[in-house]
């Protein structure tokens, strides 16, 4: 209780740095939390992209029916085919009719069969290996050729890579910042009574009970950091969310209440380390009588 009453006092005592350290790990956290988000949901398109990520393996029109079975479960069999659908050329002229909307009534009168192929559709499992997996495809006898996106897919991947680490290198930077000013703000506190702390060390007092306010500061100071952070991400993320509309129909996003555990979770317990670790560094050396 002790400990407790001495942090609060001091807190209010340093406002104005005590709010310049709560402000800092706010936004830092800020930051950390968004990069949580970013993570989640671009492994979750991640995996949207991998399942939309379909090799089309067009076949020869001199082969029958029979060959055409024959062709998809060769591809089947393949060991990093999640999944092949066999697609006719009625089949793929009707779905290129859907694609075209309003316009899909110029191709009535035309036959699939006149102008398009059949062809095997097929989801890879793994895409660090599909070129591989489209050269077996390719040396099946009746296989005409073969479409991949796969470079398409890994400049999306590469690309969202690398916005996270540039998220990464953000959110350290602002971390040292908000331990360095966390580390001030106890300073001042310490300086204020360090006659106080050469006293109890001389009549016996030990570190960790002399330390043990000063950590408060700084668990405290996180603690608010945090949930301020974690009240902005909260409506921040669904009005972003809610913005985004339209625009990114191609892909779901994960809602804030199916991150909200792991995040404000995450966010509570760097707030705390962030604040105990400045604050055990700032009272470090004036224990040292």
Same mark, same amino acid.
């Given at each position: 209780?002790?400990?407790?009453?001495?942090?609060? @006092?001091?807190?209010?005592?340093? =406002?104005?740095?005590?709010?310049?350290?709560?402000?800092?790990?706010?936004?830092?956290?800020?930051?950390?939390?968004?990069?949580?988000?970013?993570?989640?949901?671009?492994?979750?398109?991640?995996?949207?992209?991998?399942?939309?990520?379909?090799?089309?393996?067009?076949?020869?029109?001199?082969?029958?029916?029979?060959?055409?079975?024959?062709?998809?479960?060769?591809?089947? =069999?393949?060991?990093?085919?999640?999944? =092949?659908?066999?697609?006719?050329?009625?089949?793929?002229?009707?779905?290129?009719?859907?694609?075209?909307? $309003?316009?899909?009534?110029?191709?009535?009168?035309?036959?699939?069969?006149?102008?398009?192929?059949? @062809?095997?559709?097929?989801?890879?499992?793994?895409?660090?290996?599909?070129?591989?997996?489209? @050269?077996?495809?390719?040396?099946?006898?009746?296989?005409?050729?073969?479409?991949?996106?796969?470079?398409?897919?890994?400049?999306?991947?590469?690309?969202?890579?690398?916005?996270? +680490?540039?998220?990464?290198? =953000?959110?350290?930077?602002?971390?040292?910042?908000?331990?360095?000013?966390?580390?001030?703000?106890?300073?001042?506190?310490?300086?204020?009574?360090?006659?106080? +702390?050469?006293?109890?060390?001389?009549?016996?007092?030990?570190?960790?009970?002399?330390?043990?306010?000063?950590?408060?500061?700084?668990?405290?100071?996180?603690?608010?950091?945090?949930?301020?952070? +974690?009240?902005?991400?909260?409506?921040?993320?669904?009005?972003?969310?809610? $913005?985004?509309? $339209?625009?990114?129909?191609?892909?779901?996003?994960?809602?804030?209440?199916?991150?909200?555990?792991?995040?404000?979770?995450?966010?509570?317990?760097?707030?705390?380390?962030?604040?105990?670790?400045?604050?055990?560094?700032? +009272?470090?050396?004036?224990?040292?009588?």
């Amino acid at each position: 209780m002790y400990s407790l009453k001495t942090a609060l @006092s001091s807190l209010g005592k340093n =406002a104005v740095m005590t709010i310049a350290s709560i402000v800092t790990i706010a936004c830092c956290l800020f930051l950390f939390g968004v990069f949580l988000l970013f993570a989640f949901n671009i492994n979750y398109i991640g995996e949207q992209i991998s399942e939309q990520c379909e090799v089309q393996a067009f076949i020869d029109d001199r082969v029958d029916r029979a060959g055409e079975e024959r062709i998809l479960k060769e591809i089947s =069999a393949m060991p990093n085919v999640k999944s =092949a659908e066999f697609e006719s050329k009625t089949q793929a002229f009707e779905n290129y009719k859907e694609k075209l909307e $309003g316009y899909g009534e110029y191709l009535d009168g035309m036959e699939g069969e006149e102008i398009l192929r059949s @062809s095997v559709k097929i989801t890879p499992d793994d895409l660090t290996i599909l070129n591989d997996t489209v @050269s077996q495809i390719e040396k099946i006898d009746g296989v005409a050729n073969v479409v991949n996106h796969e470079a398409t897919v890994r400049g999306v991947i590469s690309f969202t890579q690398a916005i996270k +680490i540039g998220s990464l290198i =953000a959110m350290i930077i602002l971390l040292m910042t908000a331990v360095f000013i966390i580390q001030n703000t106890i300073k001042l506190s310490v300086h204020a009574r360090e006659d106080e +702390i050469h006293i109890m060390k001389f009549v016996g007092a030990t570190d960790s009970f002399i330390r043990r306010p000063f950590v408060l500061e700084g668990v405290i100071v996180g603690i608010i950091g945090a949930a301020i952070a +974690i009240i902005v991400i909260a409506f921040g993320y669904n009005a972003a969310v809610n $913005g985004l509309t $339209g625009f990114l129909d191609l892909f779901e996003l994960y809602t804030f209440s199916q991150m909200a555990l792991p995040v404000a979770g995450g966010l509570l317990i760097f707030g705390i380390l962030m604040g105990s670790f400045g604050s055990r560094t700032a +009272i470090r050396r004036h224990l040292k009588v």
